[in-house]
Nanobody, 123 residues
Framework: QVQLVESGGGLVQPGGSLRLSCAAS????????MGWYRQAPGKERELIAG???????NYGDSVKGRFTISRDNAKNTMSLQMNSLKPEDTAIYYC?????????????????WGKGTLVTVSS
């Protein structure tokens, strides 16, 4: 069984910073791409930052220049440094990983999601 657990959400004032973390655990053979998604009230879930196993990154236009994604392949963790936060960044933030899960016989590729962590940007 594989689990993704996010941490680091909370309440922050506009212009402030937060750092989110995601830890993957369980029967993991290897992790391919990872990403951070967010879902604001009344809106669809959107990809805001992604990172490959080799460290290549991509960002949504709404966060480019303010957020930085990183990962530690040895620890199966991923982080999102969020700076210059705006009220419109308020959302539930989800961690996603495409990984190879180790089975009793062989392995399989699957997408896993964390349960999310709430980020509220408000004065």
């Amino acid at each position: 069984q594989v689990q993704l657990v996010e941490s680091g959400g909370g309440l922050v004032q506009p212009g402030g910073s937060l750092r989110l973390s995601c830890a993957a655990s369980g029967s993991i053979f290897s992790i391919n791409a990872m990403g951070w998604y967010r879902q604001a009230p009344g809106k669809e879930r959107e990809l805001i930052a992604g990172i490959t196993s080799g460290g290549s990154t991509n960002y949504g236009d709404s966060v480019k220049g303010r957020f930085t994604i990183s990962r530690d392949n040895a620890k199966n963790t991923m982080s999102l440094q969020m700076n210059s936060l705006k009220p419109e960044d308020t959302a539930i933030y989800y961690c996603n990983a495409n990984l190879w899960e180790r089975l009793t016989f062989g392995s399989r590729s699957r997408d896993y999601w964390g349960k999310g962590t709430l980020v509220t940007v408000s004065s």
